[in-house]
């Protein structure tokens, strides 16, 4: 039944591309919901659990329905036990210090794990859309521990979780006072004017801007740069385009002028949709139906915490870069009185994307390649948006593809690629380093001249939507 509606939808004649892509998006969250198992009389395991426990599931799922609806205004379903988890205990535990901050993030400096560090330091810009610990969940999953230990002095941005006070806040200040006010810290707490930088996800966007504003000013203090999982070209944006048009954006304006800011729950949502199966429905079926208790995850616990987003900064990015795409057309958009040209860019630069991403769509992101005027190297990884990044070398799960040239398909690309086993990471370790300088005497924060603020991973980060 859930096929042939899905396939006399997609027959329909005479919709244009977008909106038979949102019709055949909504017609399977239908038939998502619909699906006999979220329903106790048509799950035989529901039922078995009913006639064996004589209701406790149903009444225990009812108690966990009014928590839900009680704690989060029905928004939010219970993903994980909440309480296995505290950032700062269990979660972003990597030592280090706070060692500069402004309105919109901290900036984080690890400790050194070896004697003898890489003389170009490490600076990370996470996406503001999530908070930074993606990156340093568990010591055993942490791309930032393990990036200390590969010799690297790690720094990271841990963007603020705004409130109206920061409504009017742009892209233009989130790179001023972001990347860029990164790059000075950077520079004055090791000594060191060049840095290598990682964007990932929206944070790779940012960087691409930046890099091309950083371009048309003569500003070389980028050696390197790895985008993890980012777009620039928006042509094909995969589902989240869904949401994406005149009269959704003009709903999201209204809503945004009241508190100055999008709610936290309501980008959470959204992705929640974007898998309904694994994150809605599976726990409505799990904690309602079951009775059963949300399971620890560290993942889903991160997934939950979930940040705002400034109503002008938002906008513009959801206007710019997903409905007009302008960011990969020359002079397309302006920051700080510059217009952003990426074929400006001739900044090293190393691609990872990951192939069963629901979000930035590795044939999407491979279009970057096209777009800067430097070496570009491109890397697909196996799995998805999240785990396909966070995939240590000990894990020893899905593996990768390389190809030393890039040419203009992706479909290209990948025809002449070479499978890899294992991670990525040592993959990219190892590009890294040509572009780090030679080894110098480990580096701890406050050694140069900035002064520690706090312990990491700050206090930024702890706040809550």
Same mark, same amino acid.
């Given at each position: 039944?859930?096929?042939?509606m899905?396939?006399?939808v997609?027959?329909?004649?005479?919709?244009?591309?977008?909106?038979?892509?949102?019709?055949?998006?909504?017609?399977?969250?239908?038939?998502?919901?619909?699906?006999?198992s979220?329903f106790?009389?048509?799950?035989?395991?529901?039922l078995?659990?009913?006639?064996?426990?004589?209701?406790e599931?149903?009444?225990?799922?009812?108690?966990?329905?009014l !928590?839900?609806?009680?704690?989060?205004?029905?928004?939010r379903?219970?993903?994980?036990?909440?309480?296995?988890?505290e950032?700062?205990?269990?979660?972003?535990?990597?030592?280090?210090?706070?060692?500069?901050?402004?309105? =919109?993030?901290?900036?984080?400096?690890?400790?050194?794990?070896?004697?003898?560090?890489?003389?170009?330091?490490?600076l990370?810009?996470?996406p503001?859309?999530?908070?930074?610990?993606?990156?340093d969940?568990?010591?055993?999953?942490?791309l930032?521990?393990?990036?200390?230990?590969?010799?690297?002095?790690?720094?990271?941005?841990?963007?603020?979780?705004?409130?109206?006070?920061?409504?009017?806040?742009?892209?233009?200040?989130?790179?001023?006072?972001?990347?860029?006010?990164?790059?000075?810290?950077?520079?004055?707490a090791?000594?060191?004017?060049?840095?290598?930088?990682?964007?990932?996800?929206?944070?790779?966007?940012?960087?691409?801007?930046t890099?091309?504003?950083?371009?048309?000013?003569?500003?070389?203090?980028?050696?390197?740069?790895?985008?993890?999982?980012?777009? !620039?070209?928006?042509?094909?944006?995969?589902?989240?385009?869904?949401?994406?048009?005149?009269?959704?954006?003009?709903?999201?304006?209204?809503?945004?002028?009241?508190?100055?800011y999008l709610?936290g729950?309501?980008m959470?949502?959204?992705?929640?949709?974007?898998?309904?199966?694994?994150?809605?429905?599976?726990?409505?079926?799990?904690?309602?139906?079951?009775?059963?208790?949300?399971?620890?995850?560290?993942?889903?616990?991160?997934?939950?915490?979930?940040?705002?987003?400034?109503?002008?900064?938002?906008?513009?990015?959801?206007?710019?870069?997903?409905?007009?795409?302008?960011?990969?057309?020359?002079g397309?958009?302006?920051?700080?009185?510059?217009?952003?040209?990426?074929?400006?860019?001739?900044?090293?630069?190393?691609?990872? *994307?990951?192939?069963?991403d629901?979000?930035?769509?590795?044939?999407?992101?491979?279009?970057?390649?096209?777009?800067?005027?430097?070496?570009?190297?491109?890397c =697909?990884?196996?799995?998805?948006?999240?785990?396909?990044?966070?995939?240590?070398?000990?894990?020893?799960?899905?593996?990768?593809w !390389?190809n030393t040239?890039?040419?203009s398909?992706?479909?290209?690309?990948?025809?002449?690629?070479?499978?890899?086993?294992?991670?990525?990471?040592?993959?990219?370790?190892?590009?890294?380093?040509?572009y780090?300088?030679?080894?110098?005497?480990?580096?701890h924060?406050?050694?140069?001249?900035?002064?520690?603020?706090?312990?990491?991973?700050? *206090?930024?980060?702890?706040?809550?939507?």
């Open positions: 039944t859930a096929r042939w899905q396939n006399t997609s027959e329909v004649e005479g919709l244009d591309d977008k909106t038979a892509q949102k019709v055949d998006f909504y017609t399977r969250q239908f038939v998502d919901a619909l699906a006999p979220n106790v009389m048509t799950n035989p395991e529901v078995r659990a009913t006639m064996e426990s004589r209701g599931n149903l009444v225990k799922g009812l108690e966990n329905l !928590t839900d609806l009680e704690r989060g205004e029905g928004n379903i219970r993903q994980t036990d909440e309480s296995a988890f950032v700062g205990r269990n979660l972003a535990i990597t030592p280090g210090k706070v060692v500069y901050q402004n309105e =919109l993030f901290q900036l984080l400096q690890f400790d050194p794990a070896t004697e003898k560090v890489y003389k170009r330091p490490l990370i810009v996470p503001w859309i999530n908070k930074y610990y993606i990156l969940l568990r010591p055993d999953n942490s930032v521990k393990w990036s200390t230990e590969q010799g690297f002095t790690v720094f990271v941005m841990s963007w603020v979780n705004p409130d109206q006070s920061l409504a009017g806040k742009t892209l233009e200040d989130y790179m001023l006072e972001g990347p860029l006010a990164a790059l000075d810290a950077v520079a004055q090791t000594g060191e004017r060049k840095v290598n930088m990682v964007g990932y996800c929206l944070g790779g966007t940012l960087l691409a801007a890099l091309g504003y950083m371009a048309n000013r003569g500003d070389d203090r980028c050696a390197s740069a790895t985008f993890l999982a980012a777009m !620039t070209d928006f042509t094909e944006a995969g589902e989240l385009a869904v949401f994406i048009d005149e009269e959704q954006l003009a709903s999201l304006e209204a809503r945004m002028a009241d508190t100055g709610e729950s309501e959470a949502n959204t992705f929640n949709m974007l898998r309904a199966n694994d994150l809605i429905w599976s726990f409505v079926v799990s904690n309602y139906l079951l009775g059963k208790d949300p399971f620890p995850f560290d993942l889903l616990y991160w997934n939950s915490d979930s940040t705002r987003m400034p109503a002008a900064m938002h906008i513009f990015y959801l206007r710019k870069m997903y409905q007009e795409n302008l960011l990969v057309q020359a397309g958009i302006e920051l700080d009185g510059v217009p952003i040209d990426l074929a400006d860019v001739t900044t090293p630069s190393f691609l990872l *994307s990951t192939r069963e629901h979000i930035a769509p590795w044939k999407s992101t491979y279009a970057t390649t096209q777009s800067f005027s430097g070496p570009v190297t491109f =697909l990884a196996e799995s998805g948006h999240i785990a396909g990044v966070v995939n240590p070398p000990a894990a020893n799960k899905y593996h990768h !390389t040239k890039t040419p398909t992706p479909d290209g690309w990948f025809d002449g690629a070479a499978r890899q086993d294992g991670s990525w990471w040592p993959t990219w370790k190892k590009w890294l380093a040509k780090s300088g030679p080894k110098v005497p480990a580096r924060p406050g050694d140069g001249k900035l002064t520690p603020i706090e312990d990491a991973p700050g *206090s930024y980060v702890k706040v809550k939507s």
